[in-house]
Nanobody, 113 residues
């Protein structure tokens, strides 16, 4: 399948918000599970959140209450709304299908004053 494409990253002050987008072409996107991950400098890639068919969503404890996943199935897109950002959220953010396939380039999120 085609690679996913992430976008929407940027520089934001602590407490700010960003919305990331993930375009993941699929034969039937409604049933395609998508996960978000992040990778901070010098760290391993970590899972952030997942979206499954039937509006089933899971979040890592570190982002619960601050981040929210939503989907636009018609446009094969999953969004990650990130609020109340903290410096420790600084990382490259990736999305991928579940099970994971080829990784995209990711999008950089930097939270700093």
């Amino acid at each position: 399948q085609e690679r996913v494409v992430e976008s929407g990253g940027g520089f934001v002050q602590p407490g700010g918000s960003l919305r990331l987008s993930c375009v993941a072409p699929a034969v039937d996107f409604r049933f395609t599970a998508i996960a978000w991950y992040h990778q901070a400098p010098g760290q391993q890639r970590e899972w952030v959140a997942s979206s499954f068919a039937g509006s089933i969503i899971y979040y890592a404890d570190s982002v619960k209450g601050r981040f929210a996943i939503s989907r636009d199935n018609a446009n094969h897109t999953v969004f990650l709304q990130m609020n109340a950002l903290k410096p420790e959220d600084t990382a490259v953010y990736y999305c991928n299908r579940i099970p994971n396939q080829a990784w995209g380039q990711g999008t950089q999120v930097t939270v700093s004053s």
